[in-house]
């Protein structure tokens, strides 16, 4: 398996990074080279990413290497948040709404990156997003529940909120048939987890209020957070009534 640092020597001499990072992104497959679009995201000029993420769907679609470059650009995009430019979080918001999964998957890698470099910073920038619409929900909520992002009991509770406002906008909705709806409830179907194991207290009392709703895909929510293994590692005795009690193998 070939390490950040030897994809970093070897983009750096690539002749064409582009044809390089196409050759050697993963797709068409199941997987994408993370490492390698990492790398890219750290190694491209402002030019280069900027021609990157301007690689529409059309031009690129789900799963083909034009994708895997897009994706670096927009992960890249991470980088001038970081530095101060903050007016680029509109455009991750954007990118959010990208129909290609894995340049949805870039924008909350770009957040993480803004976020391992300064949390306070993230959450008060994206704090808006909780209201947002489906893809751009989706988004704060991976882009949050990163477990290195979340070794501080603020930083774990404020995410924790934001699930359970984001959570509350998938009771009782309305378009429950939309690929963007599916795509917010998978993600909480894992997220979930991630932050109550940061913040067990907390954590389950907030998860726990949603065990019993009537709305059907709360329900699903919590159930597959409860079959998630950090969860019963963070609170064992919790995960395991409440698996009983929800019937859970």
């Not at 398996?1 to 070897?10: C, H, K, V």
């Not at 995201?41 to 031009?59: Q, S, V």
Request: aromatic fraction near 6%; hydrophobic fraction near 45%.
């Amino acid at each position: 398996m070939t390490g950040s640092a030897e994809w970093r020597s070897r983009l750096r001499t690539a002749p064409d990074r582009d044809a390089f990072l196409m050759a050697w992104s993963g797709l068409p497959g199941p997987r994408g080279n993370l490492e390698l679009l990492q790398v890219a995201a750290d190694e491209a000029g402002e030019t280069e990413l900027r021609r990157w993420t301007a690689i529409g769907p059309d031009a690129a679609p789900t799963n083909t290497p034009g994708e895997f470059l897009a994706a670096c650009g927009v992960v890249g995009l991470g980088r001038f948040v970081v530095e101060g430019r903050t007016a680029v979080l509109e455009e991750l918001r954007v990118h959010a709404r990208d129909p290609r999964w894995r340049v949805r998957e870039a924008v909350a890698m770009a957040l993480q990156r803004i976020g391992a470099a300064d949390m306070d910073r993230l959450l008060s920038l994206t704090g808006g997003w909780v209201h947002d619409d489906r893809l751009v929900q989706r988004a704060l909520a991976a882009g949050l529940c990163e477990p290195a992002l979340l070794r501080r009991a603020e930083h774990a509770r404020a995410t924790l909120l934001a699930l359970d406002s984001i959570t509350g906008t998938v009771a009782g909705a309305t378009d429950r048939a939309s690929d963007a709806f599916r795509a917010l409830r998978q993600a909480l179907g894992y997220c979930w987890s991630v932050a109550v194991a940061a913040s067990p207290q907390e954590g389950t009392a907030l998860l726990e209020g949603w065990a019993t709703s009537a709305d059907a895909d709360v329900r699903w929510i919590v159930r597959e957070n409860l079959r998630k293994a950090r969860l019963a590692r963070a609170a064992p005795d919790w995960t395991a009534r409440w698996r009983t009690r929800l019937e859970l193998a």
